[in-house]
């Protein structure tokens, strides 16, 4: 298997993160094992009896027909496409944003959907719920933890969703995609308060 150069990135940012966050390490580890790889369930089985965390050893052992997170970890590897319908829709391949991303742009920042099958990045008005795209800005709130200086979660009160925001100004080796897995405890926070993810990630948060 050859790597190229956005993989092997992908792959040096995943283990520094595991080593920054003790709480992600394990679902970090697992997708840098998994970059680059492009199956069918088969396949993907096997190498997930090598290389996953015990308790999803154990479940791929039983399933014939992948369920569940294996879903999720075949649709990232080979992403369906559907006609997006509305903004919050990937305009790549329709699928629901992982997280969103804040790059600096000329004076500013510019807000971006990132997609949760494809990666790819759009851009998104920052007044507006990613989840039900509501526009009232009152109804919008951020939540910031010390030991993530570059993410926010943002947090709808019109429909108890959340999604993190990677700030690339604020940590330039981020890779929004691959920076969302490491937010464990914000996730853990979120959910406690009852907001529920938009779509959710490889670790299942
Ligand atoms: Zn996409
Ligand atoms: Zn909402």
New binding site residues.
């Given amino acids: 298997m050859v790597s190229t150069d956005n993989e092997n990135r992908r792959r040096t940012r995943a283990i520094a993160l595991a080593d920054r966050y003790p709480a992600s390490r394990q679902i970090l580890e697992f997708y840098a094992a998994l970059i680059g790889f492009d199956s069918d369930w088969p396949t993907l089985r096997a190498r997930l009896l090598e290389i996953a965390p015990e308790p999803m050893q154990r479940a791929a052992a039983l399933q014939q027909q992948p369920q569940g997170i294996f879903l999720r970890i075949l649709s990232r590897l080979n992403p369906t496409k559907i006609t997006p319908q509305q903004n919050n829709e990937c305009p790549n391949c329709g699928n629901l944003p992982q997280c969103a991303v804040l790059r600096e742009e000329g004076q500013g920042h510019s807000l971006f959907l990132v997609c949760s099958a494809c990666t790819h990045e759009w851009n998104f008005p920052r007044s507006e ?1 990613p ?2 795209l ?1 526009t009232d800005e009152k109804r919008l709130g951020f939540y910031t933890a010390e030991q993530f200086p570059h993410v926010q979660t943002l947090l ?1 009160e ?2 108890r ?1 959340y999604l993190h925001i990677i700030h690339c100004g604020v940590d330039p080796q981020a890779i929004p995609d691959v920076d969302e897995l490491a937010c464990t405890p914000l996730d853990i926070w979120a959910m406690e308060q009852g907001y529920t993810k938009l779509v959710p990630n490889l670790a299942g948060l």
């Fill in positions: 719920c989840a039900c509501m709808c019109t429909c969703s």
